[in-house]
């Protein structure tokens, strides 16, 4: 069974940073590119980052370019996500997804995790 466990999330106030990580088994994590997803109440999940399989590769939203960096480990499974210079306005519960053979920032993923809650307040 596939699971992908999202941690790190948390209240922080504007400008501060947070790390996820998403810890992924039952599936080979360099076989799969990764995203992380954002779904703010009231509004539709929407792609954030994602990576390739190798990790040489990345694409990000506009909202977050410069401030949020995604990478991997391959040999431990795990997906992260450094959120610097946080604002209110990345309030959301935050996803990560594994695509067999895709690599974007759309829903086309495989698998989901249940998602981290991360709150930027003052």
């Known amino acids: 069974e596939v699971q992908l466990v999202e941690s790190g999330g948390g209240l922080v106030q504007p400008g501060g940073s947070l790390r996820l990580s998403c810890a992924a088994s039952?599936?080979?994590?360099?076989?799969?590119?990764m995203g992380w997803f954002r779904q703010a109440p009231g509004k539709e999940r929407e792609g954030v980052s994602c990576?390739?399989?190798?990790?040489?590769?990345?694409i990000y939203a506009d909202a977050v370019k410069g401030r949020f960096t995604i990478s991997r480990n391959n040999a431990k499974n795990t997906l992260y996500l450094q959120m610097n210079s946080l604002k209110p306005e990345d309030t959301a519960m935050y996803y990560c997804?594994?695509?067999?053979?895709?690599?974007?920032?759309?829903?086309?993923?495989?698998?989901w995790g249940q998602g981290t809650q991360v709150t930027v307040s003052s």
């Open positions: 997804a594994a695509a067999r053979s895709y690599y974007g920032l759309d829903n086309r993923y495989n698998y």
């Open positions: 039952g599936l080979t994590l360099a076989d799969y590119a």
């Open positions: 990576i390739n399989w190798l990790g040489r590769s990345s």
